[in-house]
Each structure stands twice: as structure tokens, then as C-alpha cells.
């Protein structure tokens, strides 16, 4: 094994790509913490600096996923103004292409087991994040009579549930589960029934 030399700062990032690379190729259960540090080319001893076990390494990884994830929500959110409509639907988008560019710390986040709740580190990047969502969803429902209107977390969930499907069956080229029509249209005309059915669009848009 050839040691590089780390740094107190990047030894922990090198583990953290070294795990990532990892989740890609085997799943978040398919590797060892001795396996991390040997693709990082450290010793299994100097994980333990940093993480006190595989979970505790995955759950980093996934509070940089959320960071990440957080920052592009905000983006699409703000790219999508001055309507609330346009806004919501580039944060669905935005959940498509996040999966597609950064699987590993997309597996990390919903796919590994490990909780949000693992540290208050990750338990802050998912609420920023997710909170993105709730922000679009609360600016949309604005228009529905407040005693028909759905509480900004339910509405939220149920993009989140929708985006989170299309993305498992459609968008991550899951064995089987081929679709006719791109994943992005699939969410697309699937947020339109959602809207239609909350009076948000018109029968015929």
C-alpha cells in the first residue's frame, strides 16, 4: 500500500471520494471500512481519525450529498422565478439531474439505511435541502382556499415521493423498467395531474 501523505484536511475528503467510489461499484453495503481506506491508500488505523465505522463514513458522505443536493435545489428554485409554478417545476427537474450526476452520495442519502438523524451535521443538510421544496410547494398553494389547502410538508412529500419514483424506475437505468418516454416527461405530466387535481392548473394546460 502506498501512503499519500494526507493531510489532517483531505484524508478525511479522500475517504469520503474513496467510499463514494465504492457505494457506485458495489452498493453502500458491499465494501468494508478496510476497503475504503485501502482504495484511499491509507492504513485501516487512520480511518478511525476520522470516522468511527462504515456508517459514520456513509452518513458523510450523505451530508455532502444533501449539501450539494441543497445548493442546486436553490438554484432551480431561483432560476424557476417569478412564477410559482415555473419555480416548483425546476426543482422537480433539478431532483432528476442531482440522481444522475452524483449517484454515489444519492445512494448515500436514500438508499444506505443510514438515518438522517445520524448526526445533527446530516439531520441540518436534509432539512435545508428538503426545506427548498416545502418553500416551493408552500408558494404554489397559496392560491388554493386555505380550507382546501394541503400543509406545505404533505404537498412537498408527495413531489418528493413522485421525483423519488421516477428516479428509481425510470432516470437510473434500473434492470427492467425501461419507459417509452423520457424520465423528465414522465414527471412532467405526472406534476401536471398532481396540479390539476389540487385546482392549481386549468383542465386543458
Excluded at 26 to 38: D, N, Q, V
Aim: with cysteine; hydrophobic share 40%.
Amino acid at each position: 500500500m502506498v501512503k499519500r501523505g494526507y493531510h489532517h484536511g483531505n484524508l478525511r475528503s479522500a475517504l469520503v471520494d474513496a467510499c463514494l467510489k465504492l457505494i457506485e461499484e458495489r452498493g453502500p453495503t458491499g465494501f468494508t471500512l478496510s476497503e475504503a481506506a485501502r482504495e484511499a491508500g491509507v492504513t485501516p488505523a487512520a480511518v478511525y481519525r476520522h470516522f468511527d465505522g462504515r456508517e459514520a463514513l456513509i452518513a458523510e458522505a450523505a451530508r455532502q450529498g444533501y449539501e450539494i443536493f441543497g445548493d442546486l435545489m436553490e438554484h432551480a428554485y431561483n432560476k424557476g422565478q417569478p412564477t410559482a409554478l415555473a419555480a416548483f417545476e425546476t426543482t422537480g427537474r433539478a431532483y432528476l439531474a442531482f440522481a444522475r450526476k452524483f449517484p454515489g452520495h444519492y445512494i448515500a442519502m436514500f438508499e444506505s439505511g443510514v438515518s438522517v438523524q445520524h448526526d445533527p451535521a446530516l439531520a441540518a443538510a436534509s432539512k435545508r435541502a428538503l426545506g427548498v421544496m416545502e418553500k416551493a410547494a408552500e408558494d404554489l398553494s397559496q392560491h388554493i382556499p386555505a380550507d382546501r389547502r394541503p400543509p406545505p410538508q404533505m404537498f412537498s412529500a408527495h413531489i418528493w415521493a413522485m421525483s423519488h419514483g421516477v428516479v428509481e424506475l425510470f432516470a437510473r437505468g434500473s434492470p427492467g423498467t425501461k419507459s417509452p418516454f423520457p424520465p423528465e416527461d414522465l414527471l412532467e405530466t405526472g406534476l401536471g395531474v398532481y396540479l390539476r387535481g389540487l385546482g392549481l392548473l386549468p383542465p386543458d394546460s
